[in-house]
C-alpha cells in the first residue's frame, strides 16, 4: 500500500439545527454570517439567528452571494467583515455562500491581504469559520476548497489557502421546497465528487472505502434521484453523502469532469452539478483503471457503462436539453486547447491525456446535451 495521510478536522453535526446551540459557543460574542437569498426563505437564516440571539452573539448578514461567487462579490463581503471586527464567520447557504464564507474569513483575519493574493499559498490563519449547507451536493461544509470565479482568467480557480470549517451542521429540513433542478444539479455533483475521489491520481485505500460506501448508499437513492422524489430519509440521506463526498475529495481532489466543467459553468452558465456529469460517461470510458470502473458500477449495481450512461442521462437532461445550449466546434476547441495547456489542472487524472483525448470527451459530453 502506498504511504498516505488523512486530515479531515470538521466535527459534523446532523439533525436539527436548534438541537445544536450550545455548538455555537466559544467563538466569540461577532458573527459575520455570508449568505445567498434562499436561506431567509428556507428558515435556516431564521433558525440560526434565533442561536446567536439566544445565545446573545452579535450578528452582520451578508446576503449578497452570488452564484459561483466571483473575486469582486467576495472583496464587496470581506469588506463588510472586516469593518465589523467579526470573532467569527459563518457560511449558510449552498456550495456558493459557504465557498465565499471560507474566502472572507482568511480576508477578515488578515486585512492587508486582497481575494487576489489568496490564490497564492500563503501561510495564514483565518477566523473560526462555521458551515450550515442547505444544498447536499458540494460537500464544502466537509473539504477545505474555495472556488471562486476569476473573471480576469475567463474561468472559475480554487484559491491556494485551504480552510476546513470548524463545525458543519447538516440539516435536511431546510431543503424541503428546494426545485427539482437545483437538487438534482446538487445531487449529482456529491455523485460526481465519489466517483472522481475514487479515479483520481492521489486516491488511497481509506478514501477508496468511504467512497464505495458513498457509491453503495447513492445506490439506496437513485430510484428517488431518477423518479425526482425526495422524501425526508432521501434528503437526510443526502446530506450525508454529500459530506461523504467532501471527505474524499478532501483527500483526493476532484478530477477530469470538474476540470472540464468549469468552462460549460463560466461560458454557459450551466449549473456546476450539471456542468461536471455532462463529462461523468466520458471519463469512466476513457480512465485505464478498468478494475476500478467496474468497482464503481458495482457498488451502483449497474450492468455496464451504457447503462451507467442511461442512468446519468435521465437524471440531467431534462434540465438540460430544454435550456437550448449551443456550442461552436470552435468552443469546444477552446475549452479542450485551455486544459490541454494546463498540466497542472490534469495532474489528479492518474494517466497521460492528449488534446485529442480531451476533445473527445468534450465532444461527446457537449452533443449529448445539445439538441
Ligand atoms: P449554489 O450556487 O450555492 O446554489 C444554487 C441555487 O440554489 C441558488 O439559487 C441558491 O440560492 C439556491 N439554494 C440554495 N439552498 C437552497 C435551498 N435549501 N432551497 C432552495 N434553494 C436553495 O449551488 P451549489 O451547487 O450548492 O454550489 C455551487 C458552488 O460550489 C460552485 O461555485 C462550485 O464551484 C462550488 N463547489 C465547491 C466545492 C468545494 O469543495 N468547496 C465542491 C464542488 C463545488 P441563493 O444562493 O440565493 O441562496
Ligand atoms: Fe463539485
Redesign the pocket.
Known sequence: MNSFTYHMPTKLFVGDLCGYIDEFKGFGKNAFIV?????AK?GALKDLTFILDKLDIKYTVFDE?E???SVANIETAASKAKATCADFVIGL???????ASKAVAFLAANPSLEVIDLFTPKNISALPLLAIP??A????DT?P???LTCHDKGT?QVISNFLFPAKAFLCAG??E???DS?TL??AI?AFC?IIEGYLATKSTYMSDLIAEGALRGFAECLPAIVGRNFPRDIREKLIVLSAMG?VV?AQTKTSLPHQMSYALTYHKNI???FATAVFLHGFLNIHKNKEKVSKVLKCLDVSDLASFKELIDKIILPDLKSQGYAFTKEDVAAYAGALAAAPERLANYPYPISLDEITQIYDSGISNITL
Open positions: 449568505t445567498g437569498k434562499s436561506s428556507n452571494t452564484e459561483n461567487p447557504g449552498g456550495g456558493s455562500p459557504l465557498d442547505t444544498t451536493g458540494t460537500g464544502s473539504t476548497y474555495s472556488v472559475k431546510y431543503m421546497d428546494m426545485p437545483v444539479s446538487t455533483d465528487h467532501g475529495i449549473p456546476h452539478g
